[in-house]
T-cell receptor, first 113, second 113 residues
Framework: NAGVTQTPKFQVLKTGQSMTLQCAQD?????MYWYRQDPGMGLRLIYY???????DKGEVPNGYNVSRLNKREFSLRLESAAPSQTSVYFC????????????FGPGTRLTVL | EDQVTQSPEALRLQEGESSSLNCSYT??????LFWYRQDPGKGPEFLFT???AGEEKEKERLKATLTKKESFLHITAPKPEDSATYLC??????????????FGQGTILTVHP
């Protein structure tokens, strides 16, 4: 039982490049989330998916797109990376039919030059 | 707008020196207050969920308590391995914010041997 997994662990991009961050969970959770964590800003929600087939914007969605591929997988795409998107990105999942506790992955550290 | 403020920003303790971390919050309808532990370079690790004022939960040297305005994380006789950043988050009961967590900026705890 791996919980929440994320790939890649580290990534360096040049401004304007695109990339997709991958997230998968094996806990049979309905809901999945993408956060970014910046020094002094705390964790901020980018997008979330309450259930398979639905996605909604969070607090800081600009510059990002998401895809809920199936119940297990939720990807985050940066179409044209900007230095302001340099951050650590965390994926999380929860089962809102239970305690709705969010469990986090290990994170992806992204640097945009 | 939901707000979470954690204090102090950083806390240095000697091994065995008990203390408390504070999490003050404002939320229109609380549907859970969460404590997480985050080690450097890792994702947040779930510790506790508290739902109503007066509730307490314990795990090893940690005890979390909740009032209508704040939560405390008490650390009794801490050890160096308790060194980490402790995050507090609240979940709003509102429908359109379903599942959304608002995080504080965290308290960095360092326990010296």
């Amino acid at each position: 039982n791996a919980g929440v997994t994320q790939t890649p662990k580290f990534q360096v991009l040049k401004t304007g490049q695109s990339m997709t961050l991958q997230c998968a969970q094996d806990m049979n959770h309905n809901s999945m989330y993408w956060y970014r964590q910046d020094p002094g800003m705390g964790l901020r929600l980018i997008y979330y998916s309450a259930s398979e087939g639905t996605t909604d914007k969070g607090e800081v969605p600009n510059g990002y797109n998401v895809s809920r591929l199936n119940k297990r997988e939720f990807s985050l795409r940066l179409e044209s990376a900007a230095p302001s998107q340099t951050s650590v990105y965390f994926c999380a999942s929860s089962d809102f039919t239970g305690t709705d506790t969010q469990y986090f992955g290990p994170g992806t550290r992204l640097t945009v030059l | 707008e939901d707000q979470v403020t954690q204090s102090p920003e950083a806390l240095r303790l000697q091994e065995g020196e008990s203390s408390s971390l504070n999490c003050s919050y404002t939320v229109s309808g609380l549907r859970g207050l969460f404590w997480y532990r985050q080690d450097p370079g890792k994702g947040p690790e779930f510790l506790f969920t508290l739902y109503s004022a007066g509730e307490e939960k314990e795990k090893e040297r940690l005890k979390a308590t909740l009032t209508k305005k704040e939560s405390f994380l008490h650390i009794t006789a801490p050890k160096p391995e308790d060194s980490a950043t402790y995050l507090c988050a609240v979940r709003n009961a509102g429908g359109t914010s379903y599942g959304k967590l608002t995080f504080g900026q965290g308290t960095i705890l360092t326990v010296h041997p």
